[in-house]
T-cell receptor, first 111, second 115 residues
């Protein structure tokens, strides 16, 4: 039962351009959404989050958008940098319990 | 900077053997999580502790997996007997509290290969 889906396994963008990573979910009870970034041989690291009461949260080059009616969220990175190359996981939880992760999207930012 | 520690980083074992993984969360973090990540998939929660108590182990295959956090600090995840399908990355994470919106901090993981 995959409640969080990342349908694009990979994404390649040019340095300086915008990266848009997408995530869809099925459980309308999710009230908190997060993006994690993972480099090889490391555990995921928290990147940015958004509560279900908001539709946008921005932190520097990273912005997360939430569309509850569509059960969709996206992560925008602008401008993209080569150091952003990593696997990005979307995650969702109900009151921070039973967090569900998507399968991840591998972002490659080309110089 | 405080980090979640895990050991070993890599483990190779034969099927039917027993394996154990250790996790030391960030000091002061009451909530500890064990996840399993199969190649090409996202992490899947196996068990969640609040202090020394299990609050969610609904996804833990209890016939072969066990987890404990006896003193409410570090934790051990055990598999006995290991099966080929257990090959995966086992991730430990911790957070300040299990309720409310608290960021989970992940350790580097233990990569298990079952032959």
């Amino acid at each position: 039962d995959q409640q969080v889906k990342q349908n694009s396994p990979s994404l390649s963008v040019q340095e300086g351009r915008i990266s848009i990573l997408n995530c869809d979910y099925t459980n309308s009870m999710f009230d908190y959404f997060l993006w994690y970034k993972k480099y090889p041989a490391e555990g995921p690291t928290f990147l940015i989050s958004i509560s279900s009461i908001k539709d946008k949260n921005e932190d520097g080059r990273f912005t997360v958008f939430l569309n509850k009616s569509a059960k969709h969220l996206s992560l925008h990175i602008v401008p993209s940098q080569p150091g952003d190359s990593a696997v990005y996981f979307c995650a969702a939880s109900v009151n921070n319990n039973d967090m569900r992760f998507g399968a991840g999207t591998r972002l490659t930012v080309k110089p | 900077e405080a980090e979640v520690a895990q050991s070993p980083r890599y483990k190779i074992t034969e099927k039917s053997q027993a394996v154990a993984f250790w996790c030391d969360p960030i000091s002061g973090h009451a909530t500890l999580y064990w996840y399993r990540q199969i190649l090409g998939q996202g992490p899947e929660l196996l068990v969640q502790f609040q202090d020394e108590s299990v609050v969610d182990d609904s996804q833990l295959p209890k016939d072969r997996f066990s987890a404990e956090r006896l003193k409410g600090v570090d934790s051990t995840l055990k598999i006995q007997p290991a099966e080929l399908g257990d090959s995966a990355m086992y991730l430990c994470a911790s957070s300040l509290e299990g309720l409310g919106n608290n960021e989970q901090f992940f350790g580097p993981g233990t990569r298990l290969t079952v032959l």
